[in-house]
């Protein structure tokens, strides 16, 4: 009796003892501490903060740990916080895997460009074993990517002006930082007449006058910056409403004047007049004068204002117009031609009041045109147009020329053809063709584009292949069949005028279906052929098969294939080719069919059933091992263990998957074999539900806590009869895991 118990004692304080190794002896990682530049020659001193730029970015930091040692594998790694010390989200800065037997090293490292701010800190950490070290004190850290004065200016102004800007009866301005890209990303240090003031974003309102100026707050580093912008001198005063003084009038005539008037007129303001935004040069008093007689007098004009104790104040607009402006518009076309025995009209309209007409060929009046139209004959031809002047008022003196308007009595025609829309030879099943330019050649042989003015006063017929269409006498004919094909022309008449067009030639593919079948669209291989065939006859046609687009070199009627690709048959009509649909024939996927449990190896408690479910096929059937067949339909209920397979269809293809069937094991996992050679209990034993499963881990420890087995699909074959144990009662410790959990843990004991 006192013998069970001391070996009991003895496991039980093997298992506390290796328990205990796990958990004691952990390496501790100290906080790593700044330390000097030690790139040779070594600094003297450690750094208080980091102040990085482009130009300088190295420091480096002492670390030191404590044992047991770390394993041959591990890395040591330098990790930096956020600016407020959270390591959330920690940037690696520097790893060292040649440091495992150094208790006492350096870190070089450089601070990434994004980090500004006061409370970083920084840590190591272990890989193997996975460990987090101390964190270090909190150091301001700033990457000092600007180093150049900001710019500063007026919100809504292109740029600083003159550094000055004003804040009138007791509004705001805005003052922002500009041409800095990402500027809202920084913080700032803004000041009014060098006192600091509280904002810190890109851009502050302002109220009060003085001289503003603005850094980026680089917190201790800021003197490294730099950054201090120019200044903008703000003042404020008080708004005086100026405005201009309702002038006489308005509108003004070539070689009048108008004086226009400031409503204040005090000496000790300045005044600047504007036209149209732009400073007038030289108008510097409290009235200006509108000259009339210079081009381009019209337009909007104010006044602006500034003086002591004022703010700079610019009057609403004032427009002054041309009394004498107005509008000629040519009725008619550019281009007029004129047939011998007929007449045209030109004719052009106005907006203007009261208007006087006088038309002009060829540069000289024409006595008695003097209305807003005029008659023409084929021998009056030349360049045409109308002079319009005012009657009565101060503006008579203005006067507007329309556009001018040629007319020529022509010696021939050009008449051109085309097709009315997108065309190809043997690919369209139909075609309009049109009319579509029609040229005036004149004596000079200039050719004027009269399209618009003779394209419905012409008489047309078409040819085929140069023979008249009997009934096509319109400027368009439309073509359907391919017994149209050739080659056309259009004969143009219009008075004693004859032209014929260019030639266009049409070769239209017969309107007709092509398709082809194919017995799969699946491809089993050669023994399995694939027949295509077609509904149309291919007796005494000219044809070929295509495969991927290529010619096959096939004058069978009735294709038979195995080779997966895209088939067609291309059929000859009229010297086009007739293509057919496509078929597309692929290769047989086993993978499409799918079984429900998806495994090898189904597991069930013994005098129950499991029910089996494929899918992806087009048929099922189910067989045992006795090739007996058990089921048609897309499941199977089997109650007995051993080995079944299914044969599936997909099209004409067969696809075969094979699984077997246990009964689920009751026994428990041993914690006890007989290594004694005589067949019996000689092997650590577990139940299926562990053995054999590629997603579930089996880990075996000696008494040291050393792995001796780390497998998936474990298959009960520890331990293997090559395997000595020098000591009786020898026990071991298991863990039995899958992806996120242990599932079983204990001891096995080996008795010889």
């Not at 003097?370 to 009056?380: C, D, F, K, V």
């Not at 503006?395 to 308007?405: P, Y």
């Not at 010619?551 to 895209?566: D, K, M, Y």
Request: net charge negative.
């Amino acid at each position: 009796m006192k013998t069970k118990l001391s070996s009991k004692l003895k496991l039980y304080y093997s298992i506390l003892f290796f328990l205990g190794c796990l958990q004691i002896n952990a390496q501790v990682l100290d906080a790593p501490t700044a330390a000097p530049n030690q790139t040779p020659p070594i600094g003297s001193s450690a750094w208080d903060k980091a102040c990085a730029s482009s130009t300088f970015n190295d420091y480096w930091v002492n670390f030191t740990w404590s044992p047991p040692l770390v394993n041959s594998d591990n890395e040591f790694i330098l990790e930096l916080s956020n600016s407020s010390g959270s390591f959330a989200s920690a940037v690696e800065l520097a790893r060292d895997a040649t440091k495992n037997t150094n208790f006492d090293f350096f870190f070089q490292f450089t601070i990434p460009s994004n980090i500004r701010g006061e409370g970083y800190k920084l840590r190591v950490r272990s890989t193997s074993p996975a460990t987090i070290g101390a964190e270090s004190v909190a150091f301001s850290m700033y990457f000092i990517d600007v180093n150049t004065g900001l710019s500063l200016r007026q919100q809504g102004n292109p740029d600083f002006g003159d550094g000055t800007a004003q804040v009138c009866d007791g509004n705001s301005i805005t003052l922002e930082v500009y041409d800095l890209p990402n500027a809202n990303t920084y913080q700032y240090n803004w000041y009014r007449s060098g006192t600091p003031l509280s904002e810190k974003t890109s851009a502050i309102t302002v109220t009060q006058d003085g001289m503003y100026n603005v850094e980026i707050d680089y917190g201790s580093c800021s003197g490294s910056g730099n950054t201090l912008s120019n200044i903008i001198d703000v003042t404020t005063g008080a708004s005086l409403g100026v405005a201009i003084n309702p002038p006489s009038k308005s509108a003004l005539c070539s070689g009048e004047t108008l004086s226009l008037e400031a409503n204040i007129n005090n000496s000790s303001l300045t005044y600047s007049w504007f036209k149209n935004g732009v400073l007038i040069p030289a108008s510097n008093s409290f009235n200006y004068t509108v000259d009339a007689s210079i081009p381009g007098f019209e337009g909007d004009y104010e006044v602006e204002i500034f003086g002591p104790g004022t703010c700079v104040e610019r009057s609403l607009p004032i427009t002054i117009t041309n009394a004498g402006s107005f509008t000629v518009t040519r009725i008619n076309p550019e281009d007029i031609v004129v047939l011998p025995g007929q007449t045209e009209v030109l004719s052009v309209s106005t907006d203007a009041t009261s208007p006087v007409y006088q038309w002009f060929r060829d540069g000289s009046a024409i006595a008695g045109a003097t209305s807003n139209s005029l008659n023409i004959n084929n021998t009056e031809v030349g360049e045409y147009f109308a002079r319009v002047s005012l009657s009565g008022g101060a503006c008579t003196s203005t006067s507007i020329d329309s556009e001018t308007t040629t007319v020529v009595t022509p010696d021939s025609f050009e008449l051109l053809i085309d097709y009315a829309s997108a065309y190809s030879a043997c690919v369209n099943n139909s075609i309009v063709l049109e009319a579509t330019t029609i040229l005036a050649v004149d004596p000079s042989g200039n050719r004027i584009d009269v399209t618009a003015s003779v394209l419905s006063d012409f008489s047309y017929a078409w040819s085929h292949n140069g023979s008249p269409i009997t009934g096509s006498t319109s400027s368009t004919i439309s073509l359907t069949d391919i017994s149209e094909n050739g080659t056309y022309s259009l004969n143009g008449s219009l008075s004693t005028y004859n032209v014929t067009s260019n030639n266009l030639s049409v070769q239209l593919l017969v309107n007709e279906l092509l398709e082809i079948n194919s017995t799969s669209l699946i491809s089993c291989g050669p023994a399995e052929p694939i027949t295509i065939t077609t509904n149309t006859s291919l007796t005494g046609e000219t044809f070929f098969w295509t495969r991927d687009g290529v010619n096959i070199e096939s004058v069978s009627e009735i294709l038979s294939v195995s080779t997966p690709g895209i088939y067609q048959l291309v059929l000859d009509r009229n010297g086009c080719s007739l293509m057919s649909n496509e078929i597309v024939i692929g290769t047989l996927d086993p993978s499409l069919i799918t079984l429900d449990p998806d495994s090898d190896n189904i597991v069930f408690p013994e005098g129950t059933n499991r029910t089996i479910s494929a899918s992806g096929g087009d048929s099922y059937r189910w067989f045992d091992a006795q090739n007996n067949e058990i089921g048609n339909s897309s499941s199977v209920t089997i109650s007995e263990d051993g080995s079944y397979f299914l044969i599936a269809t997909i099209g004409n293809c067969e696809v075969t998957k094979n699984f077997t069937a246990e009964y689920l094991d009751t026994f428990k996992i041993p914690n006890v074999i007989t290594v004694n050679g005589d067949g019996i209990n000689d092997q650590w034993i577990i139940p299926n539900s562990y053995s054999n499963k590629s997603d579930i881990n089996v880990i075996i420890y000696n008494n040291s806590g050393q792995e001796i087995l780390n497998e998936f699909n474990y298959r009960n074959n520890w331990p293997e009869s090559s395997m000595s144990f020098p000591q009786q009662n020898m026990v071991f410790y298991y863990k039995i895991k899958d992806a996120s959990a242990v599932l079983k843990q204990g001891t096995i004991t080996i008795i010889r």
